[in-house]
């Protein structure tokens, strides 16, 4: 098998700008020199059809934005990662941990300051025949009152495994409590207790050991969310929130994720931190989307060109070693940085950028300034707002597009 030819994989639901603009950096890179010979990538996206288990995919990689709903694909998933060694950017196996809870509990086991969590049993039973002989038999009686007392108001009811704000609730009071509780139906909830007075909410976007820390403004529309701020966080407090949003991922071999953490005085609280198919529409990210494109252009190549191997197993213990030892906060979040640097292989991702990879900034600028590049911006906007905004949001995202290049560039 020709080991220089590598095709990377699309899989993809309804998104449309970042696949775009993948493909066009991946056609302009071209060839890529590593290892004493030459390499060509291309991708293609994947379609969704029956498949024999003991097919031979034809992908070395795979970015996937879909499996986190649609089950066929993860099915796929999960043969190419166990039988065939692709490559893939999130593992298949810990999307149950996108559910919230798990990644809650993985969290507080390693000493995060994650507010205090509980899980409620749902409002109204499940469909299933089994369920009245159960609950008769073995659901305790609880008084939620009693729980929030524990937890103290305000806090937020959410549910486990929630997403992009679904069903999230903030409760300052027992009425508001029992309304959100009434409403939620079968849905499994937390509630959380609230930070309160935050100074910063800190949404981070990770691609394998790349991380883009943004100042996120959650009441804001969509589009004024990710505000264009630098140093908004101390150098500790910034390096803090890169170490938590590294570990997490390495912990669940996630390479693709965002995080959601509020600092306090200085001290960073994780809130939400299993997002393993973030948004990075430009529409979303503006500023930060050649950023984002990049990041995810340089370690795709990284990965298919270096050989990378996939690492399924989690090495949870070695976590769990530091997490109850009698190291101080610091300290442990000082071993995790380790482990996770030694995960995605950090001082050789960023050598391999330096050296093969040294004209992708360049070539990005380049592109960005580009009509091709004008023309995926313009139809994005149409797409996704109406007639009467698209001037509007054109101007918008062109002058924060524009801010970009100037001060990645100097000009």
Wanted: with cysteine; hydrophobic share 40%; proline share 6%.
């Amino acid at each position: 098998m020709d080991r220089t030819e590598h095709l990377l994989g699309l899989l993809l639901g309804t998104e449309e700008d970042w696949p775009r603009a993948f493909e066009e950096l991946l056609r302009r890179l071209g060839p890529v020199r590593a290892g004493g010979g030459e390499h060509t990538l291309r991708a293609e996206r994947i379609t969704i059809e029956p498949f024999d288990l003991r097919a031979k995919p034809r992908y070395d990689l795979v970015i996937d934005r879909l499996a986190y709903w649609y089950y066929v694909p993860r099915e796929w998933l999960k043969k190419i990662a166990l039988m065939d060694d692709v490559y893939l950017l999130n593992s298949p196996f810990t999307f149950q941990s996108m559910e919230k809870h798990a990644a809650y509990c993985a969290m507080i086991r390693l000493g995060l300051k994650v507010p205090d969590t509980w899980l409620v049993p749902y409002k109204n039973p499940v469909d299933n025949a089994r369920y009245a002989y159960t609950a008769e038999r073995y659901n305790q009686p609880f008084d939620l009152d009693e729980i929030a007392g524990r937890i103290g108001y305000p806090m937020y009811m959410k549910p486990y495994d929630g997403g992009a704000w679904r069903g999230v609730s903030r409760v300052k009071d027992p009425r508001t409590l029992h309304r959100a509780y009434d409403e939620s139906g079968e849905m499994l909830m937390h509630l959380q207790a609230s930070v309160e007075g935050y100074d910063v909410f800190a949404r981070s976007l990770t691609i394998g050991p790349d991380s883009m820390v943004m100042k996120f403004q959650p009441d804001e529309p969509m589009h004024h969310r990710y505000a264009v701020a630098h140093g908004f966080l101390s150098p500790e407090v910034g390096d803090e929130v890169l170490t938590i949003s590294r570990l997490i991922n390495a912990f669940f071999r996630w390479e693709f994720n965002s995080c959601e953490s509020l600092v306090v005085d200085g001290s960073v609280h994780p809130i939400d931190y299993a997002n393993a198919c973030p948004d990075i529409s430009i529409t979303s990210l503006h500023y930060y989307f050649p950023w984002a494109i990049s990041s995810l252009l340089k370690w795709s190549v990284f990965c298919a060109v270096s050989g990378r191997t996939p690492r399924l197993d989690l090495d949870t213990h070695n976590y769990f070693a530091v997490a109850d030892s009698e190291r101080t906060y610091d300290e442990k979040l000082a071993e995790y940085r380790k482990l996770a640097d030694d995960y995605f292989e950090t001082e050789r991702y960023h050598e391999f950028c330096a050296t093969t990879l040294s004209h992708v900034d360049d070539l990005v600028r380049d592109w960005v300034v580009s009509p091709a590049f004008d023309e995926l911006l313009v139809s994005t906007v149409r797409s996704t707002y109406p007639v009467s905004e698209h001037d509007r949001f054109v101007a918008h995202f062109r002058g924060l597009l524009r801010l970009w290049v100037e001060e990645n560039t100097g000009t």
